[in-house]
Nanobody, 115 residues
Framework: QVQLVESGGGLVQAGGSLRLSCAAS????????TGWYRQAPGKQRELAAL???????NYAASVKGRFTISRDNAKNTVYLQMNTLKPEDTARYYC?????????WGQGTQVTVSS
């Protein structure tokens, strides 16, 4: 099993920044990709950003140029640096790990951007 613990969410004004962290523990192997999905009230969950085991990154068009995903392999932690936040970035952000054996999810962390 894989356990994911997220932190770093909160309330910020538009134009501000936040950094989300996701620390993984447990059976961490054969990882295909890890990253963040987000879900706003009344909307479907959508991919915000991911990083593959090879280091390739992928971003939603709406966050490209403002969000940066990175990882620290020594700490088994992935980060999402979010800059120039907009009210439409308000959502619950869920960390995920995609392994050969399946997907694992964190409990989510709330990001609220006020206008």
């Amino acid at each position: 099993q894989v356990q994911l613990v997220e932190s770093g969410g909160g309330l910020v004004q538009a134009g501000g920044s936040l950094r989300l962290s996701c620390a993984a523990s447990g059976s961490i192997f054969s990882i295909i990709a890890t990253g963040w999905y987000r879900q706003a009230p009344g909307k479907q969950r959508e991919l915000a950003a991911l990083i593959t085991s090879g280091g390739a990154t992928n971003y939603a068009a709406s966050v490209k140029g403002r969000f940066t995903i990175s990882r620290d392999n020594a700490k088994n932690t992935v980060y999402l640096q979010m800059n120039t936040l907009k009210p439409e970035d308000t959502a619950r952000y869920y960390c995920f790990v995609n392994q050969n054996a399946g997907w694992h999810w964190g409990q989510g962390t709330q990001v609220t951007v006020s206008s």
